[in-house]
T-cell receptor
Framework: GENVEQHPSTLSVQEGDSAVIKCTYS??????FPWYKQELGKRPQLIID?????GEKKDQRIAVTLNKTAKHFSLHITETQPEDSAVYFC??????????FGSGTQLTVLP | DAGVIQSPRHEVTEMGQEVTLRCKPI?????LFWYRQTMMRGLELLIY????????DSGMPEDRFSAKMPNASFSTLKIQPSEPRDSAVYFC???????????FGSGTRLTVV
């Protein structure tokens, strides 16, 4: 089945700096790559996604890049703010519709 | 749109008791997923349905777990008998065919003592 590894598991940045989280996968049939944000005690919420026919997608301060050849995709958050502090999960799916999630990254933005 | 609705929000039960978790997907969504979240294992897919039909239940831990979707607006996840290791947050999510964005419910925090 599909497998995804996520790094780092924890990340601390100063407010205003950038944060990058990376995920690698093994199944070349994977074609959909979303990122979810989960605040403490809340549900995972979709923040951005990308499909395999696109290399980069941006939405204000967040962006996702995909390298299909190397089988990795990354979340980039610029100008981080304290409210960006949360756990971020990468995920992927392929021919089957279910999402397989990474292990999560606890992002802390220090004021 | 009220989103994906799960009940109860919290459940505390004694080992050996039956537990039933409920989910109402977003109207018009034809995919429904049950996930379990723990610190040790992260977010695990238990089962998913398409048009009320179970498609993949390979993530269901064992026979103590069962899930049903009798109609497009309701699904249940049942654990019988429950064990302390079943303690986790159980999320239901729904999505629409042709679109990959899935919406999660608020989850049910289950504690088995």
């Amino acid at each position: 089945g599909e497998n995804v590894e996520q790094h780092p598991s924890t990340l601390s940045v100063q407010e205003g700096d950038s944060a990058v989280i990376k995920c690698t996968y093994s199944d070349s049939a994977s074609n959909y790559f979303p990122w979810y944000k989960q605040e403490l005690g809340k549900r995972p919420q979709l923040i951005i996604d990308i499909r395999s026919n696109v290399g980069e997608k941006k939405d204000q301060r967040i962006a996702v890049t995909l390298n299909k050849t190397a089988k990795h995709f990354s979340l980039h958050i610029t100008e981080t703010q304290p409210e960006d502090s949360a756990v971020y999960f990468c995920a992927l799916s392929g021919s089957a519709r279910q999402l397989t999630f990474g292990s999560g990254t606890q992002l802390t933005v220090l004021p | 749109d009220a989103g994906v609705i799960q009940s109860p929000r919290h459940e505390v039960t004694e080992m050996g008791q039956e537990v039933t978790l409920r989910c109402k997907p977003i109207s018009g969504h034809d995919y429904l997923f049950w996930y379990r979240q723990t610190m040790m294992r992260g977010l695990e897919l238990l089962i998913y349905f398409n048009n009320n039909v179970p498609i993949d239940d390979s993530g269901m831990p064992e026979d103590r777990f069962s899930a049903k979707m009798p109609n497009a607006s309701f699904s249940t996840l049942k654990i019988q008998p429950s064990e302390p290791r079943d303690s986790a947050v159980y999320f239901c999510a729904s999505g629409r065919g042709g679109s990959y964005g899935y919406t999660f419910g608020s989850g049910t925090r289950l504690t088995v003592v």
